[in-house]
């Protein structure tokens, strides 16, 4: 992922309420049921960290969250990083009330450029992992609270 490729632009659609959305999103004993387990500790509000690590095959990465922006049951943005590599990029989850259901909408914007040789940093692994959490994990999570 590049500072020169356009912003990732993805629209999940949920059968629940803007707080069922928002609390699954933001609330870190329903974070870890859906998203990443092992997230140590996450609360939504400006200037929060955390950090954790994920492992792939022999690789490892250490994930740094800072929490940059948020509005309580409608937005919330992260920076995201890694110990391990160069790179820096945001992601804003967007929540809109919609008739029997909310949408949420993602823009992840790269700010520093991740590199080219790891798999995982390309585009469409971006891509693909966002429709993993949010289309397939979230979505199972949601429908199972409902």
Known sequence: ????????????????????????????????QWYFDNIPAFEPHKGFKTQFT????????????????????????????????PGLATVCFKIIAQDKGAKLNLELIVHENFPDLVPEFKRESCIAGWNYFLGEQLTNYLSKEA
């Open 1 to 32: 992922m590049k500072t020169s490729n356009p912003p990732i632009l993805l629209s999940y659609w949920y059968a629940s309420s803007v707080n069922e959305l928002w609390a699954a999103l933001t609330n870190h004993d329903q974070m870890v």
């Open 54 to 85: 994920v492992k792939n095959d022999v690789k490892h990465f250490t994930h740094l969250w800072e929490v940059t922006a948020v509005v309580p049951y409608h937005s919330i943005c992260y920076s995201w990083q890694y110990t391990e590599y």
